[in-house]
């Protein structure tokens, strides 16, 4: 099917989610209101249900950049896999019963197998090492499919944008690297700047070397640590830009483009926000009676993995569901866009972003 049937097709967020951080503080409140007042916010779907988990083999690993791996994930039987959109990301779920968040970093045509690409990070919750170390060819993982919060509209098919400029951090290549074949293909003015500490931490240089002096490949031991300047270039009225990267790469970016009402940002972050406006609390354990502080500046999620309470997690960031955990006492103070209003009467919360107000204590279910 040609490329731009499929992207007519379905729209890209149909398996949407919410993948930015609500509460990050000045910079996202004033694009948040640009967006609002331009009529430019995104219309993120609730993910699609998929009930059944979908068995993928690994079937070649490859170390593309320092700590590095791209693995490929290939269907068990004969069918289709599940179709996806560039910007996508795959929910693995992984023997040891975590699940992880990667972005496809594949070409969006082939079915029959997905591409991701895993940085390691030694002290990180165990996901990454995971990969690392155990996922070797013949291993299994599991998902329910892709979903995408980071969907990318191409200007004249349904954007109103006369470029695109695409700013890529490190491993925040992944889910851009696949926006780009598209945007060469339909002849769409494109620049990036693609950047890292050095070149052999960047993954997929080899393939991004391909679009030529389109990408300006920017490394830190060279030219320093790059400015919002140096990330966006000119950047005229009509653009509309797409990051990934670490929260300083995401956040100059931002700052940058406040106040910018010709210029349409969508970013897709990594790491868990920072706490905005919070204030400390406690939690006790239910089925230990342990009770856990929880800072002004830390998420309850964060407090409970550092005090040795087991507890699931995945996004980190309130749109996943992962770490949705009963609470038996106390009041919750809902920071996420995700529980509905009867499985908060339930007396569910999300302890990735959601708290108790200040000075009180929830007790939870774990
Ligand atoms: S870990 Fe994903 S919603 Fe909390």
């Known amino acids: 099917m040609p490329l731009l049937d499929r992207f007519r097709q379905a729209p890209p967020s149909a398996f949407g989610r919410l993948r930015h951080d609500l509460s990050i503080g000045l910079a996202d409140t004033a694009i948040s209101a640009l967006w609002a007042l331009s009529g430019r916010v995104r219309d993120i779907s609730e993910p699609a ?113 006369q470029r695109l400029h695409f700013v890529a951090g490190g491993i925040g290549i992944t889910p851009i690297l696949p926006m780009l074949a598209p945007a060469a293909r339909l002849s769409v003015p494109w620049t990036m700047v693609y950047t890292g500490r050095n070149r052999p931490s960047l993954p997929f240089l080899d393939e991004v070397a391909g679009y030529g002096d389109r990408v300006r490949i920017r490394t830190d031991d060279v030219s320093g640590v790059p400015s919002a300047a140096d990330l966006l270039g000119d950047c005229p009225d009509g653009t509309t830009v797409y990051a990934c990267g670490p929260a300083p790469l995401l956040t100059a970016v931002r700052s940058a483009l406040v106040g910018r009402d010709g210029v349409e940002l969508h970013y897709e972050r990594f790491a868990a926000p920072p706490v905005v406006d919070g204030a400390p609390f406690a939690v006790s354990i239910a089925s230990t009676g342990v009770t856990v502080p929880v800072a002004a500046d830390e998420s309850l999620l964060s407090a409970l993995r550092r005090s040795g309470v087991h507890a699931p997690y995945s996004c980190r960031q309130g749109f996943c569901g992962t770490c949705r955990t009963r609470v038996l006492d106390g009041t919750v103070e809902h920071r996420d866009t995700l529980l509905t209003d009867p499985e908060r009467e339930a007396g569910m919360m999300l302890t990735c972003v959601s708290r108790a107000a200040e000075g009180r204590t929830l007790t939870l279910e774990l």
Do not use: M
Request: proline residues 12%.
């Open 49 to 161: 249900a998929r009930d059944e988990l979908i068995p993928l083999t690994v079937t070649d690993r490859r170390l593309v950049a320092d700590d590095v791996v791209a693995l490929t994930l290939t269907a068990a039987g004969p069918d289709p896999l599940p179709v996806w959109h560039p910007g996508a990301h795959l929910d693995v779920h992984l023997p040891s019963g975590r699940i992880r968040q990667y972005s496809l970093c594949g070409d969006p045509a082939v079915r029959d197998h997905y591409r991701i690409a895993v940085r390691r990070i030694p002290d990180g919750g165990g996901g990454s090492r995971e990969v690392h170390e155990q996922l070797t060819p013949g291993a299994t993982v599991a998902t329910h499919g892709p979903r995408n919060a980071f969907p990318l509209t191409l200007p004249g098919y349904g954007s109103p944008a």
